[in-house]
């Protein structure tokens, strides 16, 4: 009997090792955010290939997504989003996740900021010498060293918000408490529809100006004020590598995928990719964009 | 459509079993609902919310009338002159004063409520970060001031929830607050596994030493009486607690909690010795305030109760708000919902009081029984998600035996505290900023 439960168990460990592709694939969203949700798309793409995707969200935990990664032995993918999350933050040191090129896999979507009035102000009013303005931005230290470049160049005094979410970012709109918005994804909100003066991306986006013909008098290069969100591996066989690709790119394609992009105005275009060729100039435009 | 109808019936359930068993309230039964709740819409989450709220008070009467056991705590001055009611053969009139009282009580409320509700979301004056400030200040001393301990006590309470809900990374500051490098201290102690640790666990124990109290027989409740008669009398007792009640519900953290008491206090001194007028007044009262409490997290998304701040938790734990354009758009469903679960739970609370007289004496063994096994397996469940299952329920268990511990005190003040933290330090920063 003894005999037949250890055999029994071998061929358990013996077929799970040896046939199932276990594929850890680690978020640190809010379990009801949109990592989360794009994970379950990638993954349900990834098992069509064959593989057995576990999704582990820490919830915003990103201290726990570090460790979990570092102590991943199995093939392993995080989707992360750059200045949105801890695990880029090399100022947080417990959560900070150092990468090599080598392991960013796909850039799933990019969003650029945008710089909007939150009341009645317009550009040529934050210009004004002494004048005082409260301007919200994100929780990260780009925007308020910006912020800072642009009170010490126009002699103006500026009180930086930092507002986590949108959430919070609607009643300071609605209540009159800032004068402007400097952040991702805000050209949609009601209160900002209108009223928005440039954006950092190149291109023509939202029938926005691009902000360095405002801030033409400073040096100061505002193509890297973009929210970017890829998938990073680990523990991956070039073979594996290139299936993963191409399960992630169907999932991304899919259009449940799109709709998300679409109604967010992210910017499928920056990301997308035909050939190799192209995938790798977007994977060492993403690094210089996020490493730079 | 689907989702009100399954929100408002499963609300409606939660609402009967929150007022019939004893010893668990609107907040334990909440946080018992955390697996239904999670990854809900907003819609669902607040139809259930309202609707349980709205019709608890309904049978936390009924357990109070007929076994002297109080359903709620807002059932306590029922139990007060219970022993009157039935010398005088009353409690027939009283469980059916206590029921159309109620219903009538929750009309009046929802006619207000849509009248005022539109009224608060157009002060975006009250959305000023230094009012919130303000608020969150006033709720702290209140907890102090008005909590069942003696203020020194009350006030270790909430540094004590402070200190718990400071712990973590704080983002704004980019500064870690004693978390040992630990990890899972990183995210700062997750709030509902301790409150449901502080609250429900103990509140399913006590409940069990109530449960054992409880006389082997059910009264016997019968509708042959004028009714109309009845409430013709009563109608005024009725109103005051209506108006009482609804007023008291608005005053934060504190509102919902005294307005029977305070219906009753005013109605002993106007009809002394009239204890079916008390009655009235009472459970008036609490309907009427345990919907006027929806007023702010309806028309602001604010909480002024425990019990909406976890919803306010379960919501922000969805990626979901409470906006004014949310209510402009399906708040009339919820409204419909709340009124219609009234209507059926005024109608239940009459016809089958014998019936769920009966079968909460046959199973009162294994209902708290069943309740901590739920709130463990939802906790298991909750943590799962988060890829955090045994720190949450070590933390749990942990945090009920401090609550069975400290059964005796009142432990709002840690709750407010605990759970505000965040909010407050995040309040403060922007109030800095922005004024300073």
Redesign the interface.
């Known amino acids: 009997m003894y005999k037949v439960i250890m055999t029994f168990l071998l061929f358990v460990i013996w077929t799970s090792t040896s046939y199932a592709k276990d594929l850890l694939f680690l978020s640190n969203g ?4 949109m990592l989360v949700q794009l994970s379950r798309f990638f993954a349900s793409d990834l098992e069509k290939d064959g593989y057995l995707p576990q999704i ?9 997504a ?3 990664w570092d102590q991943s032995r199995v093939p392993t993918l995080m989707l992360t989003s750059h200045y949105g999350d ?1 695990l880029t ?1 090399i ?2 040191k ?2 900070f996740v150092s990468i090599k090129q080598e392991e960013l896999l796909y850039w799933v979507y990019s969003t650029p900021y945008v710089f909007c009035s939150a009341g009645n102000k317009t550009w040529q009013d934050l210009l004004i010498p002494n004048s005082t303005h ?1 301007i919200a931005i994100p ?1 990260e230290n780009r925007s308020l060293r910006l912020l800072e470049e642009i009170s010490k160049f126009y002699n103006i005094k500026i ?6 979410s949108s ?2 970012l ?3 709109i ?4 800032l004068d402007f918005v400097f952040r991702t994804g805000i050209t949609e909100f ?1 209160d900002l529809k209108n009223k928005c003066i440039w954006t950092t991306k190149n291109e023509n986006y939202q029938k926005l100006p691009n902000g360095s013909k405002y801030l033409s008098k400073l040096n100061i290069d505002l193509s890297v004020f973009s929210l970017n969100s890829y998938i990073v591996g680990k523990n991956i066989s070039t073979q594996d590598k290139e299936k993963i690709l191409k399960a992630i790119q169907n999932g991304w394609k899919s259009e449940e995928v799109q709709k998300i992009f679409t109604r967010r105005n992210f910017d499928s275009n920056l990301v997308s990719f035909q050939n190799k060729q192209e995938y790798d100039d977007k994977i060492k435009y993403l690094w210089n964009l996020i490493y730079q | 459509m689907f989702e009100i109808v399954i929100s408002t019936i499963l609300g409606l359930i939660a609402g009967i079993m929150t007022g019939l068993i004893p010893g668990i309230g609107t907040t334990a039964f909440l946080l018992l609902s955390l697996p239904l709740l999670v990854d809900q819409s907003l819609l669902f989450c607040v139809t259930f919310y309202c609707v349980m709220s709205a019709t608890s008070q309904y049978f936390g009467s009924i357990t109070a009338l007929c076994f002297g056991v109080p359903g709620e705590t807002t059932s306590l001055p029922l139990l007060s002159i219970r022993s009157r009611l039935e010398n005088e053969n009353k409690i027939n009139d009283s469980i059916y004063i206590s029921a159309i009282g109620s219903l009538i009580a929750s009309i009046f409320s929802i006619f207000l409520i849509i009248n005022l509700i539109p009224l608060f979301s157009h002060w975006f004056f009250y959305l000023k970060s230094y009012v919130s400030l303000i608020f969150g200040l006033i709720g702290f001393v209140l907890c102090v001031l008005y909590s069942n301990n003696k203020i020194l006590i009350s006030f270790l309470f909430a540094a004590a929830g402070w200190f718990l809900g400071k712990i973590g990374y704080n983002s704004i500051t980019q500064q870690a607050f004693m978390t040992f490098d630990v990890h899972y201290l990183y995210s700062g102690l997750p709030a509902l596994p301790i409150i449901i640790g502080i609250y429900a666990v103990p509140n399913l124990l006590q409940s069990i030493f109530q449960i054992l109290k409880m006389p082997n027989t059910f009264y016997n409740f019968n509708l042959r009486f004028n009714k109309n008669n009845l409430l013709f009398i009563n109608i005024m007792p009725i109103m005051r607690g209506s108006i009482i009640g609804f007023f008291s519900g608005l005053i934060p953290f504190i509102g919902s909690g005294i307005s029977s008491l305070l219906a009753y206090t005013i109605e002993k001194k106007i009809n002394d010795k009239e204890y079916i007028k008390h009655v009235a007044a009472a459970e008036s009262a609490n309907n009427s305030a345990n919907l006027s409490v929806l007023v702010p997290l309806l028309s602001l998304g604010v909480a002024i109760v425990t019990s909406e701040y976890v919803l306010l938790e379960i919501l922000s734990n969805n990626s979901v708000s409470i906006s004014w354009k949310f209510i402009e758009q399906q708040g009339y469903l919820i409204f419909v919902s709340i009124i219609f679960s009234n209507f059926i739970a005024f109608i239940f609370a009459l016809r089958l009081i014998n019936l769920i007289s009966k079968l909460i004496l046959k199973l009162r063994y294994m209902l708290p029984m069943f309740f901590i096994f739920s709130i463990f397996l939802s906790i298991f469940y909750y943590g799962l998600g988060n890829h955090q299952e045994y720190w949450y329920l070590i933390l749990c268990v942990v945090s009920s035996v401090f609550g069975f511990l400290l059964r005796k005190f009142d432990l709002l003040p840690f709750t407010f505290a605990f759970l505000l933290q965040n909010q407050i330090d995040v309040i403060l920063y922007r109030v800095s900023q922005i004024y300073f």
């Open positions: 809010a379990t009801t955010g582990k969200s820490t919830n915003n935990n990103c201290a726990l570090k460790l979990m801890g933050d100022n947080n417990m959560c409260t929780h009180k930086p918000v930092k507002v986590e959430v919070h609607i009643p300071m609605k209540s009159g408490e009601e």
